[in-house]
């Protein structure tokens, strides 16, 4: 059997790596010209863990990873601990991303990467899937898997209106930074604070600390990135408590800072077709306030795999997948959407442990 995985991100690289260690030949056509080097730090959490455990990987991530913990703050910095729920639904490892692609790119190996090549569509027949490329080549496969992220090429042909939607006034900024002279950052804090304004800090564990920002509701963005970040780290502070966040973004380049405007897919139908599937952002791309697409995603690929192996057989192997993900989905959608309108920080807090218990136990 062979495969061909559009998009060479995290969830399209784990994916080819399940594949191969189900014995399936599979290839990643990745756009860009080498697998993104770019990005800030990644939390991952134990259901991604379990994921990477059972590829063999597991050891390897946690060599780049430091153990952290996703426990919220309010703005006065007074730790909110929702009652009911144990250490373990708080706990989650914070990678820096571009190592993590580059442990997963390595694993797949060269070979089975082809760099600048962009998958424009396929056409789909009984016995296969004829991939058409960017440079008006065609490659042949048994099964087609779009991992090209919330702007999938593959998602608009097979599920046509599916464009990713802009989150209204959702922004999110971002950057790893070595902390500058006289300012320590020696635990995580994350504050859930004024103007539906989240964000703080982690230290990746290397002498460098993952600072982060989002906003739901923003008005319109004035000024540079560092303009715009500076102002909500004020939101995140009422009483002063807090200095550390100002001095990490103060000592950000403005060049150093993502933004993203939140792109969101909206519910799919459908995931697959008899040829064709959907895993990762291509199929899902969350809301970034629970911190948990990617961990989510690279589940896709394993169970892909999985059932690939099960069933002996393409187009079984792809109901059966999407009988799974579509009410999984359905679910971290509607937990998702409690927790972004959680009308205090209390209730926001414990909505999204409630999320984290949910995703770490089924
Ligand atoms: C601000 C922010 C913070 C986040 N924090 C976390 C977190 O802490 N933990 C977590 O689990 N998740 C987090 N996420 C979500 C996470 O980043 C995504 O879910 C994850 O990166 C998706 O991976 P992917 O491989 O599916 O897609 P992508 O990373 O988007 O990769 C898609 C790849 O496909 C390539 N591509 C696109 N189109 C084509 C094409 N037509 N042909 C070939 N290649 C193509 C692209 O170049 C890219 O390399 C966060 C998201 C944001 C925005």
């Known amino acids: 059997m062979r495969v061909i995985v559009a998009g060479g991100g995290i969830v399209g690289l784990t994916t080819a790596i399940a594949l191969h260690r189900a014995g399936i030949e599979a290839v990643v056509c990745e756009q860009a010209p080498e697998i ?20 063999g990987l597991g050891d390897r991530v946690r060599d780049i990873a430091r153990p952290t913990e996703m426990y919220f703050r309010d703005p006065a910095g007074e730790l909110i601990d929702p009652p009911g729920f144990s250490t373990d639904d708080h706990r989650y490892l914070l990678v ?7 442990l997963l790119a390595r694993t797949v190996g060269g070979d089975d990467i082809r760099l600048g090549s962009r998958v424009v569509g396929y056409a789909e027949h009984d016995a296969g ?15 087609l898997v779009g991992a090209d992220g919330a702007y999938s090429a593959v998602r608009s042909q097979l599920v046509p209106g599916s464009e990713a939607i802009a989150h209204e006034g959702h922004h999110a900024w971002r950057s790893v930074v070595t902390p500058p002279e006289g300012v320590t950052v020696d635990r995580s804090v994350i504050v ?20 982060l920002i989002n906003q739901f509701g923003s008005p319109a963005l004035e ?40 792109m969101l897919v909206p519910p799919l139908a459908r995931w697959v077709s008899n040829r064709v599937a959907l895993v990762g952002d291509a199929a899902h791309a969350l809301s970034p306030h629970i911190t948990a697409g990617a961990s989510l995603g690279v589940e896709d690929g394993l169970l892909l795999a ?48 409630a999320f984290s218990h949910w995703m770490l136990t089924r």
């Open 306 to 353: 999985q059932l690939l192996v099960r069933t002996g057989e393409v187009p079984a192997a792809l109901a059966a997948y999407e009988r799974d993900r579509v009410p999984r989905y359905a679910k971290v959608g509607e937990l998702s959407k409690r927790v972004e309108d959680s009308a205090t920080p209390e209730e926001f807090a414990t909505n999204y442990v």
């Open 36 to 55: 993104r080097a770019a990005g800030a730090g990644l939390g991952i959490w134990a259901n991604a863990m379990a994921v990477f455990d059972e590829l």
């Open 96 to 102: 820096r991303r571009p190592e993590l692609t580059s």
């Open 192 to 211: 859930l604070g004024e103007h539906r304004t989240r964000g703080g800090y982690v230290p990746t564990g290397d002498g460098t600390v993952y600072w």
């Open 223 to 262: 000024g540079t990135p560092k303009e715009q970040a500076r102002r909500r780290a004020g939101f995140l502070d009422s009483t002063g408590w807090n200095p550390v966040l100002p001095a990490l973004v103060e000592s950000t380049p403005d060049d150093s800072i993502l933004h993203n405007q939140i």
């Open 129 to 143: 899937v004829a991939v058409r490329l960017g440079d008006g080549s065609t490659a042949d496969a048994d099964l």
